[in-house]
């Protein structure tokens, strides 16, 4: 097969070498290869990459910290959870992404996030390189005072690795404005410094960005408009799927509401709400983020239908929005979505679609969003607010939700012409990689060995 085989029989051998050295961890392996399976036609242009071992460079983290997190609740017992911050790759900037607290946290999910963001980050166009962290701390049903006595256990510990030009964290599952409150309090305290842009999220009275709440959940709709664009087609009209309802998923259903679709259903992780005259974004707010009670107290008020026994991706529509955790969408949740007309899915969340269901729905002829390029309006805002307090200066609701909606019609078009370039035309997620891939590696091969 010549040059093009033996190519290909490389990648395999690198991808294959990459598995050994991280056996067991499941959900970065899975990350890797869904990146690195898209990257033959950008290899053929670069073949010295694989002699300059780029691919094994990136998917090893420049730094991985782990530390104990001791902390107290409030009857007096003391718990011990483990913390994590994964410095995956600065060539573009120092370490950026979010802190993530739920149970099934480890090694494996922090690094999948981490090495997801290097290449969404990329795609942004700002200077920001990727990281993530987390920890195994359960937040649910924990107290304020909880909460806080374990957000200042863990910033106790990292703050040392973290700074506005060294590693800026952020939120992500469990981890909000009153945690990124918290953690910038106990950082402040122990560097004695006021350093706003050492963390994003930050309430926007002190230091925050208007529309970073907002921006994944919004940033996602502007997305999906992209998609429908580019069909001559537009939102109005059109019926949604959105699992989860958390930040991501709350503010994806008040754009897409506010653009004239209509959201269907949203879940948590105890099942989903059924209306069918559209979710009352309102009343989810009030639930979720007011009470932070559960979804099921939705179908309760409003006399709807709450269902815990199958999955939500049976629900008919145009166009589903997964926006709850990695790999809650599967093959046989793709069948029934092909089989019912679904036309886009497009990824709030962080690989919710397991390769499979991304195969399915390939064959299906439903367009697909990557989660790299369409949640990429929260870390986008994030390095707005880097910029908003480096400059000591604040932009309005509508300027930065101007700036994000250009971000976002940027990284479609980014996204769009790379896979055309690269003989995949229509392919979001080949274009996403590649284009993010290429900026990451050029970086770093003008920077040295590193
Ligand atoms: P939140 O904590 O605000 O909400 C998470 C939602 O997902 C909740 O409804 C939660 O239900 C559900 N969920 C979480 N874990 C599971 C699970 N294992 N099984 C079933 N349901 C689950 O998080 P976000 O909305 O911030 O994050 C959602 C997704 O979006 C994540 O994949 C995150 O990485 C990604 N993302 C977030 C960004 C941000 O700016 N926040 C930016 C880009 C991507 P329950 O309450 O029952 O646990
Ligand atoms: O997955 C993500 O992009 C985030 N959780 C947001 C990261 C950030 O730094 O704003």
Redesign the pocket.
């Known amino acids: 097969m010549g040059k093009k085989g033996s190519q290909e029989d490389q990648l395999r051998d690198i991808i294959s070498n990459i598995e050994e050295l991280n056996e067991g961890q499941t959900e970065f392996l899975q990350a890797v290869r869904e990146v690195y399976n898209t990257l033959n036609p950008l290899l053929e242009e670069e073949p010295e990459w694989i002699n300059k071992k780029i691919l094994q460079r990136i998917s090893e983290p420049e730094r991985q910290i782990i530390f104990r997190v001791p902390w107290q609740d409030d009857d007096g017992e003391i718990h011990i959870n483990r913390g994590y911050r994964v410095e995956f790759n600065s060539a573009l900037g120092p370490y950026k992404g979010?802190l993530?607290f739920?149970p099934?946290v480890n090694l494996s999910i922090i690094k999948f996030?981490g090495f997801e963001q290097i290449f969404?980050n990329a795609l942004t166009g700002k200077q920001i390189g990727g990281g993530k962290g987390g920890s195994d701390f359960n937040p649910?049903g924990r107290s304020d005072d909880e909460i806080m006595r374990f957000c200042q256990s863990f910033m106790t510990e990292l703050y040392r690795h973290l700074g506005e030009n060294r590693d800026i964290p952020?939120?992500?599952?469990?981890?909000?404005t009153r945690e990124i409150g918290y953690l910038f309090g106990q950082y402040k305290r122990i560097a004695n410094r006021y350093e706003s842009g050492m963390i994003t999220?930050k309430d926007p009275q002190w230091g925050g960005t208007l529309v970073?709440n907002e921006?994944?959940?919004y940033g996602l709709a502007y997305f999906v408009r992209e998609i429908l664009n580019e069909q001559d087609d537009e939102i109005d009209g059109k019926t949604f799927v959105v699992?989860?309802?958390?930040?991501?998923?709350?503010y994806a259903i008040e754009k897409i509401e506010e653009l004239g679709g209509t959201v269907i259903a949203?879940?948590?992780?105890?099942g989903f709400v059924h209306d069918k005259d559209g979710i009352d974004i309102d009343l989810v707010k009030k639930i979720?983020q007011e009470e932070r009670g559960?979804?099921k107290e939705y179908a309760e008020e409003k006399g709807v239908d709450f269902h815990d026994d199958k999955s939500i991706w049976t629900l008919e529509c145009n166009i589903a929005l997964p926006?709850?955790?990695?790999n809650?969408l599967q093959k046989e949740d793709a069948e029934t979505l092909v089989k019912n007309g679904c036309k886009i899915v497009a990824e709030?969340?962080?690989?919710?679609v397991t390769h499979d269901a991304y195969e399915t729905l390939r064959d299906g002829d439903v367009l697909f969003g990557p989660?790299k390029a369409a949640?990429?309006?929260?870390?986008a805002v994030?390095a707005l607010e880097m910029h908003q307090n480096a400059s000591m200066d604040s932009m309005t609701f509508e300027e930065t939700d101007e700036r994000l909606q250009e971000i976002m019609k940027t990284i479609h078009k980014t996204c769009s012409e790379t896979a055309e370039e690269y003989g995949r035309k229509g392919d979001y997620a080949s274009g996403a990689n590649i284009a993010g891939f290429k900026k990451v590696s050029r970086a770093m091969i003008a920077q040295g060995l590193i």
């Not at 699992?243 to 709350?250: E, Y």
């Not at 926006?323 to 990695?326: E, R």
């Open positions: 979010g993530r739920h099934s996030l969404k649910k952020a939120g992500d599952i469990g981890v909000g999220g970073r921006a994944t959940g699992s989860g309802s958390g930040n991501v998923a709350i949203c879940s948590d992780s105890d979720k559960r979804i926006c709850a955790t990695q809650e709030g969340a962080n690989m919710p989660g949640n990429a309006g929260g870390v994030s």
